[in-house]
């Protein structure tokens, strides 16, 4: 087998450390085509020509990398990576300790082949993975007050088909509940929902600021909310049709939903004049377009180029002051006979964005662009509160940006939809409902304990809707809160789905298998 032994020999190490899986049957199917002996030169030669592609393929297949049909699904928004961003992917895939185990793994091939029989190390190392346990993922090593520290197991590893039972009754219970605004009088305060892209509590966690004093600020918190997605476009959407229960992804992206489903068409029904801001052009992978057609949003982003520019996106495209676009939407006149509902949209987080004259790749520069975006957003605060119009604020992020990555997914990739990633801090403000109301510098905010998605804060909106702004209630506030609708711990992307229960992460694959994740989340087994 010469030195194709080194490609078995590599990935058996990188199996070992849990970096990829294993399909044992095509890697012994392989290893013995290339160690049969063929005299002629020529054959040798096909040889090796045919098992190079076939070789790539099945480490891709092996590795915990999305499905090939997804990659190709996605070459387009790909080919639009800039070239610097590009690089920083391929540098977290190939970094120095693995190129430097690469380059002693061959510097002990040269010198030690004419002594050591490395096919029979090769076959026996795959013949060991085929029969030995496969080996455990690391587990993430608790922390005080850690985001998404491992829940101790309380119930029975379920089944395949368990899980499978467990899904469909979960998507049966959130069909036909809703929420409505219709009935709870004309508007009394304007809805400002701020759409943060690469934000979760995990990353906040990560690069400790979770005492940012902007999360001091919010009068309500949610401790457990679950985004259910890993990517923009499905948070978003998910978001627009929150006032319906949680639905499987694809129905995101159908006509089926009903005109109930739709957050904005609710708002609008109820008196509200809806916008949409981005700090960002929409174009990739056609995100504003998404808003209007699947969305339901009913108005077109506002014009965003008087702002100025702060940094360059991830495919080379302007991203423009959060403050300065929120604070130039504020100051419009107001309408003193309607209110307003602004979706804004910020992609100031996003993984691969480039701070101009700061060093390092985009993971370095996370916690900067994050204390400017807070600092940005504690100035709209400001603006808010001193104009004294009643006004309720939502931080609501789409996902989070993966920093620490996991034993399967290197940070940034958001391919598996993780509590790492789908928990997101989610929190309200509350201005101009009066002194009675909670104050995160007084009582302290209210904090919704219990996991909860979409249908949790727009049950909250619309009981906002109802509260009576001359005679406000903390009481009547808590009672609101402590009432919101639970929802089970259901993520998912691209038939991709991870479902929390008893204390245990399960993980299904496209292909309809399950695992538990962290445990037996070993693809090839």
């Not at 219709?182 to 400790?208: E, I, K, M, N, Q």
Request: glycine content about 8%.
């Amino acid at each position: 087998m010469g030195a194709w032994s080194l490609y078995f020999l590599a990935k058996l190490g990188l199996y070992a450390q849990h970096s990829i899986g294993l399909h044992v049957l095509p890697n012994l199917l392989l290893a013995a085509a290339l160690a049969w002996p063929l005299h002629r030169p020529v054959a040798r030669r096909i040889r090796t020509v045919l098992a190079v592609p076939l070789a790539i393929a099945l480490l891709y297949a092996d590795s915990y990398l999305p499905p090939f049909t997804r990659l190709l699904d996605q070459a387009g928004a790909i080919g639009n990576f800039s070239g610097t961003y590009l690089l920083e992917l391929a540098h977290r895939f190939l970094t120095l300790a693995a190129m430097a185990a690469g380059a002693g793994l061959v510097a002990v091939y040269v010198l030690l082949q004419h002594r050591l029989r490395f096919a029979t190390l090769a076959f026996a190392g795959l013949c060991a993975a085929a029969v030995l346990p496969a080996p455990q993922a690391p587990e993430r090593q608790a922390r005080p007050n850690d985001p998404v520290a491992p829940a101790k197991a309380v119930g029975p590893l379920l089944t395949g088909p368990e899980l499978t039972a467990a899904l469909q009754a979960f998507y049966g219970a959130q069909h036909g509940l809703t929420v409505s605004f219709t009935r709870a009088g004309p508007p009394r305060f304007d809805l400002v929902l701020l759409s943060v892209c690469s934000l979760a509590d995990d990353d906040l966690d990560f690069v400790h600021q979770q005492d940012n004093p902007l999360m001091a600020r919010f009068d309500i918190v949610f401790s457990q909310f679950n985004s259910a997605a890993t990517y923009s476009g499905p948070a978003v959407l998910r978001l627009l049709h929150g006032t319906c229960g949680q639905t499987p992804q694809d129905r995101l992206y159908s006509s089926a939903a009903a005109d109930d489903c739709y957050l904005f068409r609710n708002l609008a029904a109820a008196g509200y004049r809806p916008a949409l801001l981005l700090n960002h052009d929409g174009h990739f992978d056609h995100f504003a377009q998404q808003l209007s057609s699947q969305g339901g949003i009913g108005a077109d982003p506002l014009d965003n180029r008087a702002a100025p520019v702060t940094m360059l996106s991830f495919d080379g495209t302007p991203i423009r002051s959060d403050y300065a676009l929120l604070a130039r939407w504020w100051e419009q006149p107001a309408d003193a006979n309607h209110h307003r509902v602004l979706l804004y949209n910020t992609i100031s987080l996003h993984d691969g964005d480039r701070l101009p004259g700061a060093a390092g790749g985009s993971r370095e520069t996370y916690a900067p662009r994050l204390r400017q975006l807070f600092a940005d957003l504690g100035r709209f605060f400001d603006l808010v509160q001193a104009s004294g119009r009643p006004t309720v604020v939502v931080l609501i992020p789409e996902h989070g940006a993966a920093l620490r990555g996991d034993a399967l997914q290197v940070p940034g990739l958001r391919e598996l939809p993780t509590r790492a990633i789908t928990r997101v801090p989610v929190a309200v403000k509350l201005f101009g409902f009066g002194p009675a109301m909670p104050s995160a510098t007084a009582a302290g905010p209210l904090r919704v304990e219990a996991p909860a998605s979409y249908l949790a804060l727009t049950a909250l909106v619309g009981g906002l809707t109802a509260t009576d702004l001359a005679r406000p209630s903390r009481a009547a506030l808590e009672h609101l809160v402590q009432a919101l609708p639970h929802t089970a711990w259901v993520a998912e992307n691209e038939g991709t789905a991870l479902f929390h229960q008893d204390g245990r992460d399960y993980l299904r694959t496209p292909a309809g298998e399950w695992s538990e994740f962290g445990a037996t989340a070993t693809p090839g087994r």
